[in-house]
């Protein structure tokens, strides 16, 4: 993690505008205006109108992020901005954003990646954590088991074939008419539940590919939804949701443990929304004594996006040498791996 630089990260690749101030592994600001509430009545993100509030939001962020840090222009050393991977509208406004504070106030420039970012967003919060390590990144958008050799250095060791895990609790909150962003919802209303009720497919259990399929879950539970409705009774709505967290929690949990086996790599980091989740973080945790493994949780603020973890990675970017100038463009499908 470069020391010195005093970096502004700017992250838009989804529904929030945000805006951090870093320094080495001290955060000096961290801005964030959620969309959340704009977006609830369609039950998920709508790319148009996340960039129409990006635009309405990133300048206000960006003075609340500047004046609680009491930085000027003249003190920051680099921009890190999100240039993908994200919605391509969404990725523009951040992008854009970026490219004219750097010609205004003649600073470098750095294309942070989206994923490289939550990696780093644990980095940020434990000094100790450094590569080679394994990462669960899981998200609205991402479901993805990589292997970080050295910052900067990806393997891609797995991912999903269809829906993301986060995506999944999305849809099995509308499924039952809870709202958007379904995560919370679900594990607000699993507390009470009995996990065992319903036996809900853990897809690819049997494969010794580290793969993950999440529309098997979401189909059986949409099944058992309309059966229990049909039925006439009251929707056991905590064990539903008990028993789908189970199901998505114990597929996250074994493909980590066969990556572990497979890679001999013995630590462990865990990072994306669906991080925030308690039974993930607990059987994350159990990893430690079962697999004699290092595991590192995220606090629950630096799960899902903020733009500490996109100046923290543009920095460690810059340091290895990497370089942008005002030919940025975002690149919705950006890979690392
Ligand atoms: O990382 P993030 O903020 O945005 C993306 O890059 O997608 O992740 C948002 C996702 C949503 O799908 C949301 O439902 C999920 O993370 N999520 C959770 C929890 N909190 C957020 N999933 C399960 N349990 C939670 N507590
Ligand atoms: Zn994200």
Same mark, same amino acid.
């Given at each position: 993690?470069?020391?010195?630089?005093?970096?502004?990260?700017?992250?838009?690749?989804?529904?929030?505008?945000?805006?951090?101030?870093?320094?080495?592994?001290?955060?000096?600001?961290?801005?964030?205006?959620?969309?959340?509430?704009?977006?609830?009545?369609?039950?998920?993100?709508?790319?148009?109108?996340?960039?129409?509030?990006?635009?309405?939001?990133?300048?206000?962020?960006?003075?609340?992020?500047?004046?609680?840090?009491?930085?000027?222009?003249?003190?920051?050393?680099?921009?890190?901005?999100?240039?993908?991977?994200?919605?391509?509208?969404?990725?523009?406004?951040?992008?854009?954003?970026?490219?004219?504070?750097?010609?205004?106030?003649?600073?470098?420039?750095?294309?942070?990646?989206?994923?490289?970012?939550?990696?780093?967003?644990?980095?940020?919060?434990?000094?100790?954590?450094?590569?080679?390590?394994?990462?669960?990144?899981?998200?609205?958008?991402?479901?993805?088991?990589?292997?970080? =050799? %050295?910052?900067?250095?990806?393997?891609?060791?797995?991912?999903?074939? /269809?829906? +993301? &895990?986060?995506? $999944?609790?999305?849809? *099995?909150?509308?499924?039952?008419?809870?709202?958007?962003?379904?995560?919370?919802?679900?594990?607000?209303?699993?507390?009470?539940?009995?996990?065992?009720?319903?036996?809900?497919?853990?897809?690819?259990?049997?494969?010794?590919?580290?793969?993950?399929?999440?529309?098997?879950?979401?189909?059986?539970?949409?099944?058992?939804?309309?059966?229990?409705?049909?039925?006439?009774?009251?929707?056991?709505?905590?064990?539903?949701?008990?028993?789908?967290?189970?199901?998505?929690?114990?597929?996250?949990?074994?493909?980590?443990?066969?990556?572990?086996?497979?890679?001999?790599?013995?630590?462990?980091?865990?990072?994306?929304?669906?991080?925030?989740?308690?039974?993930?973080?607990?059987?994350?945790?159990?990893?430690?004594?079962?697999? =004699? %493994?290092?595991?590192?949780?995220?606090?629950?603020?630096?799960?899902? /996006?903020? +733009? &500490?973890?996109? $100046?923290?990675?543009? *920095?460690?970017?810059?340091?290895?040498?990497?370089?942008?100038?005002?030919?940025?463009?975002?690149?919705?499908?950006?890979?690392?791996?």
């Amino acid at each position: 993690m470069p020391e010195d630089l005093l970096t502004l990260g700017i992250e838009t690749s989804c529904d929030d505008t945000a805006v951090a101030l870093v320094r080495g592994r001290e955060i000096l600001a961290d801005e964030i205006a959620s969309q959340i509430a704009d977006h609830t009545p369609f039950g998920g993100v709508v790319p148009e109108l996340a960039s129409r509030k990006h635009q309405e939001a990133m300048l206000p962020v960006l003075a609340r992020a500047m004046e609680s840090a009491g930085t000027t222009p003249d003190d920051i050393d680099l921009i890190a901005v999100t240039s993908g991977p994200g919605l391509m509208g969404s990725l523009l406004v951040g992008v854009m954003t970026a490219k004219a504070l750097a010609q205004g106030w003649g600073k470098p420039l750095i294309g942070a990646n989206h994923l490289e970012g939550h990696m780093f967003a644990n980095m940020l919060a434990h000094d100790d954590l450094e590569p080679p390590f394994i990462c669960l990144i899981v998200s609205g958008g991402h479901t993805e088991i990589v292997l970080c =050799r %050295a910052t900067g250095q990806y393997e891609l060791l797995g991912t999903t074939r /269809d829906d +993301a &895990a986060g995506e $999944a609790y999305d849809k *099995a909150s509308k499924i039952l008419g809870m709202g958007y962003p379904g995560g919370p919802v679900i594990e607000r209303a699993a507390r009470d539940g009995d996990p065992d009720r319903f036996a809900f497919p853990i897809a690819l259990r049997g494969s010794h590919e580290i793969e993950f399929s999440f529309s098997g879950v979401k189909t059986a539970f949409r099944t058992e939804v309309e059966r229990q409705r049909a039925s006439g009774g009251e929707l056991p709505v905590s064990d539903l949701c008990a028993s789908f967290q189970r199901a998505v929690t114990l597929a996250l949990i074994q493909k980590t443990e066969l990556a572990v086996r497979r890679t001999g790599v013995r630590r462990l980091s865990l990072s994306g929304g669906v991080a925030a989740n308690s039974e993930l973080r607990e059987a994350f945790t159990a990893l430690a004594p079962k697999m =004699r %493994a290092e595991v590192y949780l995220p606090p629950k603020r630096f799960c899902t /996006d903020n +733009a &500490a973890m996109i $100046a923290a990675a543009g *920095a460690a970017a810059y340091a290895r040498g990497a370089r942008s100038d005002l030919r940025l463009t975002a690149d919705p499908s950006w890979s690392i791996w």
